[in-house]
């Protein structure tokens, strides 16, 4: 059974930065694609990054891209979101997301298992 806990959220003033962490367990991911999304209140969930467990390429919203980073530590089995540079438009529960497969995904509903989320909280 697959499990992944979010950590790394918080209180963070507009062009900070954050690292969220992903820890994975339960299964070996090297055949898994991760995400990371995010919802704000009142709005749908919405992918930010994400990229394939074996390697190659990363993807983002266009909403994050130059600002955020995904990652991944074999070692930890974590992945990670290194946010920089936050808005307050970033303040949202972010949710790590884990999905059999090679391609990686945007949309929620493609991805099986989730984590419980962690508040981000950009202020002015």
């Known amino acids: 059974q697959v499990q992944l806990v979010e950590s790394g959220g918080g209180l963070v003033q507009a062009g900070g930065s954050l690292r969220l962490s992903c820890a994975a367990s339960?299964?070996?991911?090297?055949?898994?694609?991760m995400g990371w999304f995010r919802q704000a209140p009142g709005k749908e969930r919405e992918f930010v990054a994400g990229l394939r467990w074996s390697g190659g390429t990363t993807y983002y919203a266009d909403s994050v891209k130059g600002r955020f980073t995904i990652s991944r530590d074999n070692a930890k089995n974590t992945v990670d979101l290194q946010m920089n540079s936050l808005k307050l438009e970033d303040t949202a529960v972010y949710f790590c997301?884990?999905?059999?497969?090679?391609?990686?995904?945007?949309?929620?509903?493609?991805?099986?298992?989730w984590g419980q989320g962690t508040q981000v909280t950009v202020s002015s």
């Open positions: 339960g299964r070996t991911f090297s055949s898994y694609t």
């Open positions: 997301a884990a999905r059999m497969g090679s391609i990686v995904v945007r949309e929620p509903w493609q991805y099986a298992d």
